[in-house]
């Protein structure tokens, strides 16, 4: 990876700090028996008593290591790693619902928190008197609670059920008034735990657009997620967190692709790659600079009108550049196949890296197996450069375009023939082999990035956006 993808953080006034963590770390004493915990309360003292060195009957477990964050106000931070990694145990220390064994933690403003399932609510209560429950937590007086109550009740859209108890309520019911409380008291800082992943599709759309609204009025978000587009989506930077330690840190797109990396190894092939992200360096992405607004990855600016209709065949805008080249590209280690030779081609059959809206190309790369597989599929997506997926395909979808076996030492071309439909920009395309062998079953070989490719400007644009969807406007005087 290059190392443009990451800029060292630059030194900030504290009051311009939301968060900051500093050096926590949290342990925890892990008994094998339960006799041992008993053992521990006492022997101890009784062998200082004696003068004998004491006898320790646990295990130490760290659940965090010296986690360092800093998060600027009006900053939107996504947190990323495997299960049991220590984001959930950060996220409490942060709340305040867990103290650290070591470190310290400053908060500035009112936090409301979405954390596990069910936090903060008592289930005997009503869904009503959690609503004012979990208000008088956060220091919000009643008397405004009780105006802000019908809009709670409103965005939970639990019906009646608000008058039951919520031991009676189902998963999806307990998020949707929790999220509800917790961004209609209008925190400075929102932390969201994975927690929306319960909810249906339109609830979680309604989050999103909310989320979208506390951060355009300058509300900190911290967001912890297993889904990597939402992290690229609503996030302004990541952290990568893996067995207690922060290891990776700066743009989304950058460590969402080390984060993909990774959960796809195990062993030794985890570790060594876990020792490679922890050598990019713990860095941020840089400062916005004075006057210009902060815009999350995958969210572009406004974009200039773009071209409603496709330029002439012979334009002579095609071209290649070979100094034109990706600087973001991660290649996955190989489970049994390799990717190679990935490129662009136009109708005639020369590589391309400047193309054209409405002309067809072929996006092709060769795949060479190095042990034999069965029910393989390739792959190809097309992203922006902030790892917004916009269009792919993958022949391992359909049992009538999965292939069935590949032997040892074949090699194939695989070919994506498309349409541009992309409006005038720079755009990204992956390419993956996934399949099973004796030993591995899943990505044999993937590289995020692996092309790059520029889509050359229109004249007389009125399109917007990423996408040409050959959209006809037509304006009418009635009166």
């Known amino acids: ?177 929790a999220f509800a409380t917790a961004i209609n008291v209008d925190p400075d800082i929102l932390v969201v735990d994975e927690a929306l992943a319960v909810g249906d599709e339109a609830f979680q759309r309604k989050c999103f657009a909310r989320i979208e609204q506390i951060k355009e009025r300058g509300g900190t978000i911290l967001f912890v997620s297993h889904g990597a587009q939402s992290i690229v989506q609503l996030c302004t930077r990541a952290v990568l967190i893996d067995r207690g330690e922060k290891i990776l840190e700066g743009r989304p797109k950058a460590v969402v692709s080390q984060y993909q990396r990774l959960i796809n190894l195990s062993g ?57 080249l990706p600087q973001s590209t991660v290649v996955y280690e190989s489970h049994g196949a390799i990717i190679s030779n990935p490129r662009l081609l136009n109708s005639r059959g020369e590589p391309v890296n400047t193309i054209e809206i409405g002309r067809e190309y072929t996006y092709t790369f060769n795949v060479r197996f190095q042990v034999d597989a069965r029910d393989v599929g390739f792959g190809m997506m097309v992203s922006t450069t902030n790892g917004l997926a916009l269009a792919g395909a993958g022949t391992g979808l359909s049992p009538s375009t999965k292939l069935k076996a590949a032997a040892k030492d074949s090699v194939y071309v695989v070919n994506f023939r498309f349409i541009c439909s992309f409006l005038p920009g720079t755009y990204v395309l992956n390419a993956g082999v996934m399949g099973a062998t004796d030993e591995h079953q899943g990505f044999l070989h993937r590289i995020l990035d692996a092309a790059i490719i520029k889509v050359a400007p229109v004249p007389d644009m009125i399109a917007t956006g990423l996408v040409d969807a050959h959209i006809t406007p037509a304006v009418q005087r009635v009166s």
């Not at 992200?277 to 941020?284: D, P």
């Not at 200039?304 to 002579?316: C, I």
Request: charged letters at 25%.
């Open 1 to 177: 990876m290059s190392s443009e993808e990451f800029v060292p953080v630059a030194d900030t006034r504290r009051d311009e700090f939301a968060i900051r963590v500093r050096e926590v770390s949290k342990h925890y004493a892990m008994f094998d028996r339960p006799e041992d915990r008993f053992k521990q309360m006492s022997v101890p003292r009784l062998q200082r008593l004696i003068g004998r060195e004491p006898r320790r009957y646990y295990r130490d477990f760290a659940a965090l290591s010296g986690v360092s964050l800093e998060v600027r106000r009006g900053e939107t931070v996504g947190i990323v790693g495997r299960n049991g990694s220590g984001k959930s145990t950060l996220l409490q220390i942060i709340c305040g619902t867990l103290q650290p064994t070591g470190g310290t933690v400053e908060v500035h403003g009112r936090i409301a928190a979405l954390l596990e399932l069910g936090a903060g609510f008592n289930p005997e209560f009503t869904g009503r008197e959690n609503v004012f429950l979990n208000a008088s937590i956060l220091g919000v007086p009643r008397q405004e609670m009780e105006w802000r109550y019908d809009e709670i009740a409103r965005f939970a859209d639990i019906g009646p059920f608000i008058e039951h108890p919520v031991k009676t309520y189902s998963s999806g019911m307990y998020v949707r008034l």
């Open 268 to 324: 030794e092939q985890a570790l060594a790659a876990r020792e490679e992200i922890r050598a990019l360096g713990v860095l941020a992405v840089p400062p916005t600079p004075t006057g210009e607004a902060a815009a999350p990855e995958g969210k572009p600016g406004a974009v200039a009108a773009q071209a409603a209709q496709a330029p002439p065949r012979d334009s002579g805008m095609e071209r290649f550049d070979p100094n034109f």
